[in-house]
């Protein structure tokens, strides 16, 4: 039976990337079909972004009343509910209207599961459940271009997705008792803060345990160069580098497959290295692939390659710093903690690239290297302060 749950997780995980990647590939039909300007995007992602960020601080309240197994089910089904309101949608008041339990649904749901397998399996799983994510997100736009090559509407795109959370929100309700089944890892003693697994503190009890704030730091820096990476290389490769478009944008689609396959490959080695290995190795290996980008030579071989390392190099630090959370500040902690970790990932996702295309307007678009090797120090400097502080081996 736990085997069971097993694969029910990873196809939750894959059901959690599938409605990540469809609007940016539905949005321009769909703001002709509703009449509103491009931009408009922005606001439905503003809408979802808070959802989600207020839905991660209260995972630790839900999960201590209705259990991880009861919040995932109700979170997932939240979703479901959402993605099918979008898809009977005429307007875009409506669609705001669904934005927001598509946003309470993901974030709780996000921080509920993190760290429900951050406690409860080895870290290789938490590498291939977050490949099995970018499995999902890269599948979706798929799904949702065949409706639209096919004239059968983004409405019918956005069904199709809603119809597939809907199976997976039965599925969840129907084994519910496995949940319950599990038991949590035993962690080592030397990776206790201080005797800080102890009890559940409060929120501001929370932030003054010892390296927290560095954590937090790390997360919000490598989430704002990832996303800020995926927004804007091919933008750098094509105005400033002058590659052309088309092999612009496939080299600029690589850099998710080499955090998908990263993820995979990591999987492998995680138990063996540790969280804290994969998360020095991983950054040290995106700053080369950044330093790859930013040399000036004739050829752009290295910029293209350059990219691909950089998704390498991401593929194991999101996952070891939610897998290292328990060890690190205590399971009691852990699921508050990783529901703040979310809020944090969400707000550098989302004011980080932003900032640089502002940027990139003032100055030049050719400041995309240093602007990401300057969040690649910040991650490495919090990263190793964060270990000196706790003594992590």
């Not at 199976?167 to 969840?172: G, I, K, Q």
């Not at 020095?280 to 390392?309: H, K, M, N, Q």
């Not at 980080?352 to 090797?373: H, M, R, W």
């Amino acid at each position: 039976m736990l085997s069971l749950l097993l694969v029910i997780i990873y196809i939750t995980f894959i059901s959690l990337g599938l409605p990540d990647s469809l609007l940016g590939s539905a949005w321009p039909v769909m703001q002709s079909d509703l009449n509103v300007p491009l931009s408009y995007a922005g606001i439905v992602i503003i809408i979802i972004t808070v959802g989600t960020i207020i839905s991660s601080l209260l995972s630790d309240q839900l999960t201590q009343r209705f259990k991880p197994g009861i919040v995932i089910a109700f979170s997932v089904s939240m979703t479901a509910l959402a993605l099918m309101g979008f898809s009977f949608s005429r307007s875009f008041i409506a669609l705001c209207f669904w934005a927001i339990p598509y946003g309470l649904g993901a974030g709780a749901v996000d921080a509920a599961l993190n760290n429900y397998v951050a406690l409860n399996y080895a870290s290789r799983h938490m590498n291939w459940l977050h490949c099995f994510w970018g499995l999902g997100a890269t599948v979706s736009p798929y799904i949702m271009g065949y409706f639209l090559t096919n004239n059968l509407g983004w409405q019918n795109g956005y069904r199709a997705i809603g119809f597939i959370q809907i199976v997976l929100a039965v599925l969840l309700i129907v084994t519910l008792p496995i949940w319950q089944q599990k038991k949590e890892l035993v962690l080592p003693p030397n990776d206790l803060v201080d005797g800080q697994s102890q009890k559940a503190q409060s929120w501001s009890e929370l932030f003054q345990i010892k390296g927290l704030k560095l954590m937090l730091v790390t997360f919000f820096a490598y989430c704002g160069l990832e996303l800020t990476t995926g927004l804007w290389a091919t933008t750098y490769l094509v105005e400033y580098r002058l590659v052309p478009e088309n092999v612009a944008a496939k080299f600029g689609s690589l850099f998710f497959i080499g955090i998908t396959i990263g993820r995979f490959v990591c999987g492998f080695v995680a138990d063996r290295f540790g969280d804290k290995a994969l998360i020095r190795w991983g950054i040290c290996l995106l700053a080369s692939g950044i330093v790859f980008i930013a040399l000036p030579l004739e050829t752009d071989y290295l910029a293209l390659c350059g990219l691909i390392i950089i998704g390498l190099g991401c593929a194991p630090i999101y996952p070891a710093i939610i897998h290292a959370t328990p060890s690190y500040f205590g399971k009691k902690n852990s699921q508050a903690i990783i529901g703040i970790q979310m809020a944090c990932a969400y707000l550098g996702s989302t004011i980080v690239p932003p900032v640089f295309g502002v940027l990139a307007s003032s100055f030049t678009i050719g400041l995309f290297p240093a602007y990401l090797f300057l969040f690649a120090v910040l991650m490495f400097l919090t990263s190793e302060r964060l270990n000196k502080l706790l003594k992590v081996n």
